[in-house]
């Protein structure tokens, strides 16, 4: 079984530039989420999807930063403007089932962002 | 609000010497989940376990232990036997039920296992 892909998995932009992420999750998990992991510090959850709906934003600074699932199935995460505090490894994760949040979840290598 | 906290920082052991990683939780859900990632040098979290409010007993998987006790909200991980290749960043973490599916990582502990 394929894990979770992500891509490119490393960037490197200047601050205001805009910049994406990809994520193919597991195939067959409706749960997929994007993490932020600042250097020394735990992952950061910034957006819960269940399908193609948003279960839980509140922690996406929305002004700067937007993710949509097309289809219930791959993810783009994208960043316009980009700020030097942006710089950190992205990760996404996804998972199968109803459970969301309870179940384990499949992270993938992550992208690391830095912002110059 | 949900909170973990992991107060070692760092930890560095000797190979084949036993450790143990502390967890700490704030929670004002009667029902959540308490999890365990293990983040090796390559970067992916990897799953270790899972454990709902509910089921305090402690478990055991080859060198790896956990200690559940509600009354201390803690939620310990002992390594025994450590080897170079448990050297990692090691996170726990929480979700909670009642007030949505909010999962929270702690800061991490950056163990260390020296050959």
């Known amino acids: 079984e394929a894990g979770v892909a992500q891509s490119p998995r490393y960037k490197i932009i200047e601050k205001r530039q805009s910049v994406a992420f990809w994520c193919n999750p597991i195939?067959?998990?409706?749960?997929l989420y994007w993490y932020q992991q600042i250097l020394g510090q735990g992952p950061k959850l910034l957006i819960q999807?269940?399908?193609?709906?948003?279960?839980?934003d509140s922690q996406l600074p929305k002004d700067r930063f937007s993710a949509e699932r097309l289809k219930g199935v791959d993810s783009t995460l994208k960043i316009q403007p980009a700020k030097l505090e942006d710089s950190a490894v992205y990760l996404c994760a996804s998972n199968k089932g109803e459970g969301g949040a309870y179940n384990e979840q499949f992270f993938g290598p992550g992208t690391r962002l830095t912002v110059l | 609000a949900q909170k973990v906290t992991q107060a070692q920082t760092e930890i560095s052991v000797v190979e084949k010497e036993d450790v143990t990683l502390d967890c700490v939780y704030e929670?004002?859900?009667?029902?959540?989940?308490l999890f365990w990632y293990k983040q090796p040098p390559s970067g992916e979290l990897v799953f270790l376990i899972r454990?709902?409010?509910?089921?305090?007993q402690n478990e055991i998987s080859g060198r790896y232990s956990w200690n559940f006790q509600k009354s201390t909200s803690s939620f310990n991980f002992t390594i025994t036997a450590s080897q170079v290749v448990d050297s990692a960043v090691y996170f726990c973490?929480?979700?909670?039920?009642?007030?949505?599916?909010?999962?929270?990582f702690g800061p991490g502990t950056r163990l260390s296992v020296l050959p």
């Open positions: 999807f269940q399908n193609n709906g948003v279960v839980d």
């Open positions: 454990r709902n409010s509910f089921d305090e």
């Open positions: 195939s067959g998990h409706a749960t």
């Open positions: 929670t004002r859900d009667t029902t959540y989940y």
């Open positions: 973490a929480l979700s909670e039920w009642t007030y949505g599916q909010n999962f929270v």
